[in-house]
């Protein structure tokens, strides 16, 4: 909902279609975020589906994932030979 004239919008309306709203219903100086302050947060008009912003994130280096740590595996043939104990023969 538009904070300024309180109009209604679908739950899954994008950002291109709240920012052609502040342009076409609005004074030329109204900012997007004084009528959408989350939805318009961090929306860019000049790149309205966000493929810049996606460029820019890829050519960054990625931060490297922590490797985990290998389980040892030394105790398992104890265990196994523990478990294999013949049974009460009838």
């Known amino acids: 909902m538009c904070e300024l004239c309180r109009q209604t919008f679908m739950v ?5 279609l709240l920012w ?3 342009v ?5 100086g109204t900012t997007p975020t004084a ?4 939805q318009l947060k961090d929306f860019d008009p000049s790149d309205p589906t966000g493929e810049k ?3 820019e994130a890829a050519s960054k280096p990625a931060v490297a ?14 265990l196994l030979n523990a478990g294999l104990k013949k049974g009460k023969k009838k």
């Open 12 to 16: 899954n309306a994008k950002p291109p």
């Open 20 to 22: 052609q709203h502040v």
């Open 24 to 28: 076409a219903k609005h004074p030329a």
């Open 35 to 38: 009528c959408f302050p989350v």
């Open 53 to 55: 912003a996606k460029k």
């Open 65 to 78: 994932a922590k490797k985990k740590a290998k389980k040892k595996d030394d105790n398992l043939d104890d």
